[in-house]
């Protein structure tokens, strides 16, 4: 077998794979543009009737849900924890990297640890220490909750990153005079800027996708988070399927292409077990 | 005097860290010493100056020792963590030894093959929700056209069909973590070896046994570790499709933390779960410590 017709096989074996593990995300897309009418089908068709396909769902559960008040408080909640662990975690990460002495490394292992803690464990204290600080339904308890659990995982990644560019940069940086802070803004941080990017796409990611801090330290339904409110669907006596599947699509869009751009750091730029919310 | 350089680099090292180590203690060490002394000081109260000032007791481990609901549920963990580990691990190996050749379009497909890592908990459970409803889901139509189901099965609201359905979700979610990592450690083997295997005559599955499993051991184990941390704390795909039911059969230690403080407001007895929980894992972390320090020394 020539080796051509091999790959082109290797090809038509992954494409098919593809499809059937996305096929829950078309199902959703396939759902969210059709009427309940055909949807709510004993034998649902499995590509859509395209005479049948609308947007009326989307108009409708923009209509009759906050869908856009969701998104708000999610795009505000997500920037705002990405901004500050982001902040953090880079100068944790290049402290880690560059200087690894006993305590650092200790430091370091502590912040590797608070991975194991459970989000249904940790927000119990959170609301007890957020209700005394009177920050209960607030979008800062949101952004620092989403810190608490960013942090620690972005230093890792961030030192990583670091741990790529030699040493021999500052050294150059310090003989022509840079003190070392300068040495890290001007020379260091511009070159780690593909680790900043993939750093913050995932800080993204992950607070966009948090939902039990989301369900718990807000109650007031105009601070709900677009996972909040899709629960909030789940349960109710007759479920609009279309109108959900259409809110699901617009909430998972913007993941999906923040997700394919970070996708090329994924594989190339991270160690083992350093991906995952 | 003045301080040296030697001096001066110490302290910029520990001020760049300053803020993630305050950050890291203000919120989750204070947490956790929260939580401990929620679970050691029983009876109610909400503000922690009130908490603190109560008398220590084990009444809040002996109440939650003696429900059954506790033993349930770190068997149904149990369950679920084993339970999804396993299929997504062999599909996240599989698919990366697919990726792992060359194709056209590799690229690609292979970022939209990990596509379900970036979909939240919630938007899994809903889909998942739907695609599993019983009578108008499209899992059971494709079952029915093609006769292997006679009766629609109620797959998130049957208690003997409740698991495997919050299983499906969460394996569809975490399989592509196994895929990125064992894809990266299969890059790290030199193609070398196994040009030396071909010639010293290794079959396929030689090949597999003796070049890539000993070079995808380490971090594949690694990731199995994390991943069962992770599945054993999970909380989003379950609460947001069962709540734990039906009749609790999904009812986890995370799941069972959070409905003892928020839905039945008991914070005492939900700490002591949650410490409970937290050795537990510990447990778990220094057994396999044993094993990954094989691997990785």
């Given at each position: 077998?020539?080796?051509?017709?091999?790959?082109?096989?290797?090809?038509?074996?992954?494409?098919?794979?593809?499809?059937?593990?996305?096929?829950?995300?078309?199902?959703?897309?396939?759902?969210?543009?059709?009427?309940?009418?055909?949807?709510?089908?004993?034998?649902?068709?499995?590509?859509?009737?395209?005479?049948?396909?609308?947007?009326?769902?989307?108009?409708?559960?923009?209509?009759?849900?906050?869908?856009?008040?969701?998104?708000?408080?999610?795009?505000?909640?997500?920037?705002?924890?990405?901004?500050?662990?982001?902040?953090?975690?880079?100068?944790?990460?290049?402290?880690?990297?560059?200087?690894?002495?006993?305590?650092?490394?200790?430091?370091?292992?502590?912040?590797?640890?608070?991975?194991?803690?459970?989000?249904?464990?940790?927000?119990?204290?959170?609301?007890?220490?957020?209700?005394?600080?009177?920050?209960?339904?607030?979008?800062?308890?949101?952004?620092?909750?989403?810190?608490?659990?960013?942090?620690?995982?972005?230093?890792?990644?961030?030192?990583?990153?670091?741990?790529?560019?030699?040493?021999?940069?500052?050294?150059?940086?310090?003989?022509?005079?840079?003190?070392?802070?300068?040495?890290?803004?001007?020379?260091?941080?511009?070159?780690?800027?593909?680790?900043?990017?993939?750093?913050?796409?995932?800080?993204?990611?992950?607070?966009?996708?948090?939902?039990?801090?989301?369900?718990?330290?807000?109650?007031?339904?105009?601070?709900?988070?677009?996972?909040?409110?899709?629960?909030?669907?789940?349960?109710?006596?007759?479920?609009?399927?279309?109108?959900?599947?259409?809110?699901?699509?617009?909430?998972?869009?913007?993941?999906?292409?923040?997700?394919?751009?970070?996708?090329?750091?994924?594989?190339?730029?991270?160690?083992?077990?350093?991906?995952?919310? | 005097?003045?301080?040296?350089?030697?001096?001066?680099?110490?302290?910029?090292?520990?001020?760049?860290?300053?803020?993630?180590?305050?950050?890291?203690?203000?919120?989750?060490?204070?947490?956790?010493?929260?939580?401990?002394?929620?679970?050691?000081?029983?009876?109610?109260?909400?503000?922690?100056?009130?908490?603190?000032?109560?008398?220590?007791?084990?009444?809040?481990?002996?109440?939650?020792?003696?429900?059954?609901?506790?033993?349930?549920?770190?068997?149904?963990?149990?369950?679920?963590?084993?339970?999804?580990?396993?299929?997504?691990?062999?599909?996240?190996?599989?698919?990366?030894?697919?990726?792992?050749?060359?194709?056209?379009?590799?690229?690609?497909?292979?970022?939209?093959?990990?596509?379900?890592?970036?979909?939240?908990?919630?938007?899994?459970?809903?889909?998942?929700?739907?695609?599993?409803?019983?009578?108008?889901?499209?899992?059971?139509?494709?079952?029915?056209?093609?006769?292997?189901?006679?009766?629609?099965?109620?797959?998130?609201v049957d208690a003997r069909t409740a698991m495997a359905a919050v299983l499906v979700p969460t394996v569809w979610k975490s399989f592509p973590f196994f895929a990125i990592t064992i894809l990266a450690a299969l890059q790290s083997i030199p193609e070398t070896l196994y040009e030396a295997a071909r010639v010293d005559g290794a079959s396929a599955w030689q090949r597999f046994r003796y070049v890539t499993w000993p070079g995808i051991r380490g971090p594949a184990l690694l990731a199995a570790l994390l991943n069962a941390l992770w599945t054993f704390r999970e909380f989003d795909i379950i609460y947001a499709s069962t709540r734990g039911g039906p009749a609790g059969a999904t009812e986890t230690l995370g799941i069972l933390v959070y409905r003892e403080a928020f839905e039945s407001f008991r914070f005492g007895t939900a700490a002591a779960i949650g410490v409970l929980m937290l050795g537990t894992a510990t447990i778990f972390v220094a057994l396999s410590m044993r094993v990954l320090r094989k691997e990785f020394a």
């Amino acid at each position: 077998m020539s080796s051509r017709l091999q790959r082109w096989l290797w090809f038509v074996l992954a494409a098919v794979t593809v499809a059937l593990v996305l096929f829950p995300i078309y199902w959703m897309v396939v759902t969210s543009l059709l009427p309940s009418s055909i949807v709510l089908s004993r034998h649902p068709p499995l590509l859509p009737p395209l005479e049948h396909v609308s947007l009326d769902a989307f108009a409708g559960v923009f209509r009759r849900r906050p869908v856009l008040t969701w998104i708000l408080n999610s795009t505000l909640v997500a920037v705002g924890s990405t901004l500050v662990s982001l902040v953090i975690a880079t100068l944790a990460g290049y402290s880690l990297s560059r200087w690894q002495t006993r305590a650092q490394k200790v430091a370091g292992a502590a912040l590797l640890l608070t991975k194991m803690l459970p989000g249904s464990l940790i927000v119990v204290p959170f609301f007890v220490m957020f209700t005394t600080a009177h920050l209960i339904d607030t979008r800062a308890a949101l952004v620092a909750a989403n810190v608490a659990v960013g942090v620690p995982f972005a230093t890792w990644m961030m030192k990583g990153f670091f741990d790529t560019l030699p040493r021999e940069l500052e050294q150059a940086a310090a003989i022509d005079g840079c003190t070392p802070l300068q040495a890290l803004w001007y020379v260091i941080l511009p070159l780690a800027r593909p680790g900043l990017a993939a750093c913050a796409i995932y800080l993204a990611i992950v607070a966009w996708s948090e939902f039990v801090f989301a369900r718990t330290l807000v109650t007031r339904a105009d601070l709900w988070t677009v996972t909040v409110g899709l629960q909030s669907f789940v349960g109710e006596y007759l479920v609009d399927w279309p109108a959900l599947m259409a809110a699901g699509v617009v909430s998972l869009a913007p993941m999906l292409v923040l997700f394919l751009l970070l996708e090329p750091f994924l594989v190339s730029g991270l160690t083992a077990g350093a991906v995952k919310q | 005097m003045r301080p040296s350089l030697h001096d001066a680099e110490r302290r910029l090292a520990w001020l760049l860290l300053a803020p993630a180590l305050l950050a890291v203690a203000l919120l989750i060490a204070w947490p956790l010493y929260v939580i401990v002394q929620m679970s050691v000081r029983p009876g109610k109260a909400l503000a922690i100056s009130e908490l603190m000032a109560r008398p220590l007791g084990t009444a809040n481990f002996e109440r939650v020792l003696h429900q059954q609901a506790l033993w349930d549920a770190f068997w149904h963990s149990a369950v679920y963590t084993v339970g999804s580990l396993v299929p997504a691990f062999v599909a996240g190996l599989l698919f990366a030894l697919l990726f792992h050749r060359a194709f056209p379009a590799r690229r690609w497909l292979r970022s939209l093959l990990l596509l379900p890592w970036a979909v939240p908990g919630v938007v899994v459970s809903i889909t998942f929700l739907w695609m599993l409803d019983a009578s108008y889901g499209v899992v059971n139509a494709v079952l029915r056209d093609l006769g292997i189901l006679s009766t629609d099965i109620a797959w998130f609201v049957d208690a003997r069909t409740a698991m495997a359905a919050v299983l499906v979700p969460t394996v569809w979610k975490s399989f592509p973590f196994f895929a990125i990592t064992i894809l990266a450690a299969l890059q790290s083997i030199p193609e070398t070896l196994y040009e030396a295997a071909r010639v010293d005559g290794a079959s396929a599955w030689q090949r597999f046994r003796y070049v890539t499993w000993p070079g995808i051991r380490g971090p594949a184990l690694l990731a199995a570790l994390l991943n069962a941390l992770w599945t054993f704390r999970e909380f989003d795909i379950i609460y947001a499709s069962t709540r734990g039911g039906p009749a609790g059969a999904t009812e986890t230690l995370g799941i069972l933390v959070y409905r003892e403080a928020f839905e039945s407001f008991r914070f005492g007895t939900a700490a002591a779960i949650g410490v409970l929980m937290l050795g537990t894992a510990t447990i778990f972390v220094a057994l396999s410590m044993r094993v990954l320090r094989k691997e990785f020394a």
